[in-house]
Structure formats: C-alpha cells, structure tokens
C-alpha cells in the first residue's frame, strides 16, 4: 500500500460510517510506454456506499482522488507532459467504470492547471465529466479560483462528476476558511485560529 493510500484509508476509517468504504483501488503502480509511473503519486478509486436510508440505497459511489504533477518544480515541458499523461489515465479509468456499469463518479483534487489548459485538455474532451462549478446553485463567492485570492488563473482545485451525480447537485461553494486571503487576510473569513499565512492550509 502506497503512502497516500495509508493515509487516506486512515482518514476515511474516521469520516464515513454514513457511507461505508467498500474498498480502495489504487493505481500507484501503473506504467507509461517509458517503464516510469504514470501518477507521481496515485489516483486511488475509492468507493462507497450510499446510505440504507437514502434515494441511492444498494448504489455506490466511486471517488478517484488525484494531486496531479507541480508547475513549481523542473522543466515545465517535462510537468505539462506527464501532467497531461496523468490526466489521459484518470480519463481511461474512468470510461473504464462508467463501461463497467458504475453510474456514480467523481474525480476529485488538485489538478494544478486551469480549465483551459492544455495538460488537462483529455478530460473534458475524453469524459462527460463536468466540474460542480457549472450546477446552477454553486456559489463561488464572484471569485472561481480555489487557492491563494481566488481569481480565476488560481482554478487548479476540482471536483468532476459524473452525469449522474451531476444530474443530482443543487448547489456547492468553495470552502476558503482555511486560506489567507489578500496580503492581510481579510480577503475571506478565515478560522480565528489563523493569525499569519504560514497558517493556511496551501500557499502554493
């Protein structure tokens, strides 16, 4: 088991008794042509099950969690290249499910590009996939980049669903309690125990 794979099983164990984990794949180990990893460092399927009580009882819900290749660090054509590789993975695993019968997906992270960027271009041009930006209710506060002042070239962050639980969301927001907004933070409500940008929870 990967190191990302222990730590998030660690914390699903804590937050899903209302949707039961029903097991973890993961896909740390998938090669490229070159013999070199694909995902630098995984794209776990987790999947879980919709509540006894609710609407989708005896349906699951499959998660693929993604934090895909920095812009911070090397060559940036090395970065787009293998970003856009993770990106075409994350597109095959998931027609891959959706071939499988499995309605309900979303792939979920930091993709660490805009919408419009080329790296990422495989899924919304390989998958129905469409960002929870887009439901009619989502309130991104005027500002739809979701790290550091949340304007729009800060868009890196994703939730993508399926379509049907696109067909299912009413609304959504981008939660920034815990980012350091503008050069004194009060840009955003902020937790009260943030008192300095060393505090937020990504600066990058």
Same mark, same amino acid.
């Given at each position: ?8 099983? *660690? ?29 630098? *460092? ?42 856009? *590789? ?91 309690? *815990? ?26």
């Amino acid at each position: 088991m990967s190191a990302v794979m222990a730590a998030l099983a *660690r914390v699903l164990s804590r937050h899903v008794a209302a949707y039961p984990l029903r097991g973890i794949r993961s896909h740390v180990d998938d090669l490229a042509p070159t013999g070199r990893p694909i995902f630098s *460092r995984d794209c776990p399927e987790c999947t879980f099950a919709f509540p006894d009580d609710s609407a989708l009882a005896g349906e699951s819900l499959t998660v693929l969690v993604n934090h895909l290749e920095s812009k911070g660090y090397g060559r940036p054509a090395d970065n787009n290249a293998l970003r856009r *590789r993770q990106a075409g993975r994350i597109a095959e695993i998931y027609q891959h499910l959706r071939s499988g019968g499995v309605e309900f997906i979303a792939a979920a992270g930091d993709l660490n590009d805009t919408p419009d960027s080329e790296p990422r271009a495989p899924l919304p041009a390989d998958t129905d996939l469409r960002d929870v930006a887009e439901v009619a209710g989502f309130d991104d506060g005027g500002r739809p980049g979701t790290y550091a002042n949340g304007t729009a070239g800060n868009k890196i962050n994703y939730l993508l669903l399926s379509p049907a639980l696109f067909d299912r969301a009413t609304d959504g927001a981008i939660f920034r309690k *815990r980012v350091w907004g503008g050069k004194n933070g009060t840009l955003f409500e902020h937790f009260p125990t943030m008192t300095s940008p060393v505090h937020a929870a990504s600066r990058r």
